[in-house]
Structure formats: C-alpha cells, structure tokens
C-alpha cells in the first residue's frame, strides 16, 4: 500500500495490483518455462538425458507456479478446471495457519471460530464478577484517597524544587473499563487517579497513576479511599464491543496454547485446578 492509499505491485512497481495478482511477474514464469522447456527439448536431441530430468523438474515447477497464479495451463493457455478428487487432494495437503492441521485455511477454521466465541464469552464472564466486585467495593469516579506521592516539590526554604514524598488528595478521575478482560485475573491498572490539586497543571506525570483493584479495596479497608459514586459501566461493555479481536487473533499466528489448553481438558473432562479455568468454563458453558 502506497502512502496515497493505493496498492502498488513490489515486482513492477505499478498501481493498481500486488505482486500476486502482477501480470508482469506471471509472464515471467511463464518464460521461464518457455526456456526450460527449449532446454529440455535440447538436451533430449542431443542425447545428454542426465540434464533432461532437470530440465523438466523446471518445467514442471514453473508450470505449477503459473497454474497456482493464474488458473491457466502455461503451455495452451487454457483455464484449468479441476475435479472434485483434485480439489480434495489439493486441499488435503493444505495446512492451516491457526490450528497447524491439514484440510483446511485459517478462513475456514472451525477451531478459530470457536475460540473466538469462547474468548466473548469468558470476557462476559468476567466483566459480570468484576462489576460485581466493583459495585461492592463501592468506588467509582469521583472517590477520593490520601495516597503518598513521590517526586519534586517547591523547596519553599532554598528554592526551586527537591525530591521527596507528600501525602496528596486523589481523585479517582476514570475507570480502564477496557482493561478489564480474562487474563487481568487480578484487575491491574483499574482505576485512574488525580492528584485533585493539580487537576489544572501542565500534566506533569508524577500527578497521577493507575491503580489496580486489591489496592483500592486495601485503601476502603484502612479508610484512605472513599466509595463515592454509581459504577455503571460504558454501552457495548458486556458484548465486548470494545475488544479488539484482531489484537486477540493476529493474522498468521498459532493457536493460543490456552485456548488449546481449555479445548483438550473439555475433550479429556480435566478441569482445571487453577490455571486458565476461565477459558475452560467459558468452552464448557458454550457446549463446544
């Protein structure tokens, strides 16, 4: 893809198409096995059969490489209509690039489709402990806390500033509802704080932090957080709308050793002991 948005072929160097589709570089296949077979029917009127092996090894190569392009038979350039027993065999020999088995693509996976529901539905689950959690808990925006900050501070004395701790008000400003997925098990970087007198500075980043959910609910313990607020979470949370699911399931990349993890013990009925039981239950629930 050019910088103008336009695909542009890396063999050529044209508008327009890619290299896969480059009629450019089919035509060099295609002489190449115009050449090898000239070279072929050389050697064999020659006599010097040691070479014609190799040459039509080419032949056939370059033959499979222009079909696979195009369609076409090289040599009567006619469309090549393969038969069912073709196709099977073809497809026989095709791996896929998620599961690793053989018969079928990525784009066909059964095995991708279905963990990409169980990822949805252990999201689901998550989010549904989680906010349960959280509504307890009790904090939300606008909860404030003591909490002890570190970094430079006006030096009243000497001037300019100097390093050190203060206790400082926080406000609890938002909440990482995105953040909350199956393998934050502990709900890390939960809740975003403020220093609340400085809510109006330039931004300098030793006024706030990111705070998780065992710390919050420490803080409501020994009474430095305050619960404050209704706890509602944004719409679409709890389809995962907001999830990112060509982050979850890249192009090209295996399958997740926790997914395959969860579907064996559901085919060798092993439960997890503690290990990736939200995936497991997420599989199990789903009937798949």
Known sequence: MSYSGTVRCSYCHQKGHNR???PELSEATARLWRNAKSSYERVVREG???????YMSRMKSYADRYAKRTGKDVATGNAIVMTKEAKAKRMGNIRCSYCGNTGH???TCQDLKDDKQVYLKAVLDKRLDALNKMRELGVGVGSLAKMQRYGYWPDKENGGTTWGS????MLL???NWSGVLPHNDRLTSL?????????CGDGDHYSWTDEGYNFAADAVANGSLTPSGTINPPDGWFEGKDVDMSYVFPPGKLRDWAFRDAHNRILTDDPPKSHNTEFYKARKSLGI
């Not at 203060?166 to 008000?169: A, G, K, L, T």
């Not at 809740?191 to 809510?199: C, E, P, S, V, W």
């Open 48 to 54: 010097k059969t040691e070479m014609a092996d190799m």
């Open 166 to 169: 203060r206790v400082r008000p």
């Open 173 to 175: 400003r938002s909440i």
């Open 191 to 199: 809740y975003h704080f403020h220093d609340a007198a400085q809510l």
């Open 20 to 22: 896969r589709t480059c």
């Open 105 to 107: 693509t990525r784009r």
